[in-house]
């Protein structure tokens, strides 16, 4: 952001403004000024990219091991994931409001030297509390043993397994750790933790002489337990596609009546805003109103499972896109009979706030959703892969943004086949958007068919079974 703002104080950082008296126009930005400018933007995204992936699964190890009563830490941790977001979404709301308005009447040199502020003040106040923060020393790289355990198992594929019931394998485990033999599921990869010729295979001190072909017990089931978790976070992809639709509601909006009264306006970039403010409102009423009410009805502890609240998601993100097809027909339907097809930049006699549903809705399957997939993660994966669970939602965002490509661009190839219009044209008004949003509708009902297939092959949560063994001990403990 330092670099960002420097290109604004520097004249030479920057070319000329358009405005300038030139012979030939507008002046080409050089080699150097791109390049500071890519520096920052790399700088930016390398910092955003590690803070992201980071700082979730950070905050959470501070619950954990910050007090000792662990039904704290819990109680705490099922909120936590929830407010997490909400606060990233208000500081997306001051991005979107508040620094766009400064950028726009103060210039780019407030505008871009406030965030800089911001993010330098940041950066103090967490070098200045550091030393009071619970930090877990990481021994190896989680990435090279999730592929050693591949590339061992590859090796050792020769080796015939035991029948389950058999102890005849020696397994290789970490000094201390609780597992000691490798889980039923995915048996093929248990060739990678048998101890084959224990004086070859093993150092003195009871270490793989050879990582590549020998590992622990653990590092095979952190590889279970990421294969076993990827088909239900590859349902979370079609809720990113419907997320990442965001130019077309700016588009829709731009031909609407955006007016809330006489003098006032909403801009159509911020009508984005709706959706945060929808997933604010519903984690607070969700956590402090909805589950303390529900659970002193029921007399105990309630809150819908992680599952539940993912489905609910898809559910939700079916909806939005249906009431987001029906408004865009009356849009459109509006527009041709007041005789404005040709001007895709006129008003329709239609107010904005018919979006709402549409908005109110993506913000809800992100509520339940995104912070479900989130904290179904962090709960399934063993907590040495906690790095990785905080990020499995960001790549399947990105992931989402690839297929969402893939399918307006096939969209639009084929229905413009033939000399027709087709159903996007930069023409929102010739176009026929409304098709296009039913299909994205229908591809996420169908996902979420394929998310109850997930479901069911996937069994029960790691949550949900210690929970059922609570309840049996307690029934024991009665008896």
Known sequence: MVLLWLTTIFPHARPLACDYPLRDGCESATGSQLMLLY??????????????????????????????IKSKSEGALKSYFSWYYVSVSASSMVAVTLIVYIQDNLGWKVGFGIPAAIMLSSALCFFLASPFYVKSKANTSLLS????????????????????????????????????????????LNKACIIKHPEQDLTLDGRASDPWSLCTVDQVEELKALIKVI?????????????SQSSFPVLQAS???????????????????????????????????????????????CQLSLKQRMGIGLLFSTASMAAWAITETVRRRIAID???????????????MW???????????????????????YSELPKSMSSIASALLGVGLSAAS??????????????????????????INKGHYDHYFWLLSALNMANFVYFLACCKAYGPCRVEVHKALHDADGMREEC
């Open 39 to 68: 520096l920052a933007f790399g700088l930016m995204s390398l910092g955003g990219g590690g803070i992201r992936s980071s700082s979730l699964a950070f905050g959470a190890e501070q619950l954990e091991k910050g007090d000792g």
């Open 145 to 188: 043993g999730l592929i050693q355990v591949l590339v061992a198992s590859y090796k050792n594929r020769h080796i015939k397994l035991s029948s389950p019931q058999a102890a005849e394998e020696r397994y290789h485990h970490r000094e201390g750790s609780v597992r000691l033999v490798p889980s039923e599921n995915l048996r093929c």
């Open 231 to 243: 088909p239900l976070w590859s349902t979370g992809i079609m809720i990113g596609v419907t997320l």
């Open 255 to 301: 031909s609407m009546d955006r007016h809330v009264s006489r003098n006032f306006e909403i801009p159509a970039a911020s009508f984005c805003i709706f959706t945060i403010i929808t997933l604010t409102l519903w984690v607070g009423f969700y956590d402090r109103i909805l589950l303390p009410l529900a659970s002193k009805i029921k007399g105990k502890p």
């Open 338 to 352: 007041e005789g404005l097809s040709d001007d895709p930049r006129a008003v329709v006699q239609m107010s904005a």
């Open 355 to 377: 979006l709402l549903p549409y908005l109110v809705l993506s913000g809800l399957a992100m509520a339940f959703n995104t912070i479900g997939q989130t904290e179904f993660y």
């Open 402 to 427: 690839l297929v969402a490509s893939l399918i307006m661009n096939a969209v639009d190839g084929i229905t413009r086949s033939g000399g027709k219009q087709g159903w996007i044209p930069s023409n």
